[in-house]
């Protein structure tokens, strides 16, 4: 069995969920709340924090996950919400057995997760095959060629508070190196910082994946060749224009 990349790196602990799902939700909701039914399909569903938040708010969700460590802690934080994980690739949604969704979504940066030449088009067929007629899929990717442009070398640093100990701030580090074949190796970093020691900051976790860079062109092509016709793509989840340059986000909304 290949090794789970997944299982030692605690992204849940890592991430602010508050102002995050705070800044993301009046796009989602604009989105999910005129799909034709309230089931919503989360492809990529790791922490499972989506899923339980679109669950609170009144959907009935399923969230898809190849990673055994990430589906045993989702399933493990959801007791008690409508929602429910399975094991399965997003590229190939047999795993579903037939079921039908209102919407899909893409996010926290699972897309680049795919690497192989056809991935794309086999997850938009995917999404096509489960979407009920009308049915929107959003996906959520960092756009690589601004980080290419401005020859950024990593994501902007987090900080937040260690819930184990009130003395130390845990520091999530996100440094990266792009390839010329579109490939990026990626090297999420957990730090633990404490003023008060003599050597005040120490490794926590690190990890080498090989992910890949997809840009905006690529993404669409491969939805209107599953034959998505409306696709509307913006720079944030405030619905700014796309900057390829600026934009720190790809948001892609097929229909």
Not at 28 to 38: G, M, Q, V, Y
Not at 112 to 130: M, N, Q, W
Not at 190 to 205: A, G, Q
């Amino acid at each position: 069995m290949a090794e789970d990349r997944y299982a030692k790196f605690d992204y849940r602990s890592l991430i602010a969920w508050e102002p995050r799902l705070e800044r993301e939700w009046p796009l989602l909701d604009e989105i999910l709340r005129t799909a034709p039914s309230r089931k919503v399909l989360d492809l990529g569903s790791g922490t499972g924090d989506h899923a339980r938040f679109l669950a609170a708010q009144g959907y009935e969700v399923v969230g898809m996950d190849t990673s055994p460590a990430m589906l045993e802690k989702s399933r493990a934080a959801s007791e008690g919400f409508n929602v429910r994980f399975i094991a399965g690739d997003m590229r190939d949604v047999a795993p579903l057995a037939g079921e039908q969704f209102g919407a899909a979504i893409c996010v926290g940066n699972a897309l680049p997760h795919l690497t192989g030449e056809d991935d794309l088009g086999r997850l938009a067929s995917s999404a096509r095959r489960v979407l009920l007629p009308g049915g929107p899929i959003l996906l959520q990717s960092i756009n690589y060629d601004r980080i290419e442009i401005k020859k950024e070398r990593a994501l902007p640093l987090s900080f937040l508070k260690d819930p184990e100990d009130p003395l130390a701030t845990i520091i999530f580090l996100r440094p990266m190196e792009l390839l010329p074949d579109g490939r990026v190796i990626f090297m999420p970093t957990s730090l633990k910082m404490r003023t008060d020691r003599e050597t005040p900051i120490e490794i926590v976790s690190t990890r080498r994946v090989e992910i890949r860079g997809w840009r905006r062109p690529q993404i669409e092509s491969a939805f209107r060749g599953a034959g998505f016709t409306n696709i509307e793509v913006f720079g944030s989840y405030d619905k700014s224009p796309f900057d390829r340059a600026e934009s720190r986000d790809i948001i892609l909304i097929a229909r």
